[in-house]
């Protein structure tokens, strides 16, 4: 559920419409179809390969985790104030054949702070069946983001954009409490002497 708020599909859709205006039935189709597919895939890598990122440049767990849930601040913050400006693209890209990967997928939907709270769970996580659980959840997730696009107007037009900011500001709420419990805990973690 907190990673689901963090990718936030439904407070997400008025840039969804913004992005796909331009496109026919069928291409929405085909871009919804492309972003639930690499909405799983980026999830996946970032959860099963992330850590050894990390071991790689030498970064010691609780400093991402610091740094992770000052990111995931940041996200809540902005749904606070429902500015999504962070996340799009350069106004000056005029090309949108791929937009299903880029921006949909990345930064929109699983952007740097879905990727950190991934990693920081797969840490200590060695079983093979609990990974599995997790990309299982991957897939649910990528489902309920694909109804959510394929749903969009419908969203749009029943609740209308207060109804969608109201959601948004919620799940925001829910995701800078949990960003405040994390940065408690890694820094108990880097500097011992606050707890």
């Known amino acids: 559920m907190i990673l689901l708020a963090i990718i936030d599909p439904i407070g997400n859709i008025p840039v969804v419409m913004v992005l796909t ?3 026919s039935v069928d291409e929405y189709k085909s871009i919804t179809l492309k972003t639930c597919c690499a ?9 099963l390969f ?9 970064i010691k767990m609780a400093a991402f ?6 990111f995931l601040l940041y996200v809540a913050c902005t ?19 791929n937009i299903a990967f880029i921006p949909m997928t990345f930064p929109l939907l ?18 093979w069946q609990v990974k ?3 990309i299982g959840e991957f897939v649910v997730i990528a489902v309920l983001v694909g109804l959510t696009l394929r749903l969009s107007k ?18 925001g709420i829910l995701l800078g409490s949990l960003a405040i419990g994390l940065i408690a805990d890694a820094l108990k973690l880097l500097l011992p002497g606050l707890s």
């Not at 909405?39 to 959860?47: G, P, Q």
């Not at 699983?110 to 060695?126: D, K, L, R």
């Open 132 to 134: 599995l659980i997790f």
């Open 110 to 127: 699983v952007g740097p702070a879905a990727m950190s709270f991934v990693i920081i769970q797969s840490h200590n996580i060695t079983a």
């Open 50 to 58: 992330g850590r050894y990122v990390l071991v790689f440049f030498g």
């Open 79 to 97: 749904m606070l104030v429902n500015n999504k400006k962070s996340f799009l693209y350069s106004d000056a890209l005029e090309e949108k054949e």
């Open 154 to 171: 419908s969203f749009l037009e029943k609740l209308g954009k207060t109804g969608i900011k109201f959601i948004t500001q919620t799940m």
């Open 39 to 47: 909405v799983v895939i980026l999830l996946s890598v970032s959860f």
């Open 21 to 23: 205006e331009n496109k």
């Open 65 to 70: 985790e610091l740094v992770g849930s000052v």
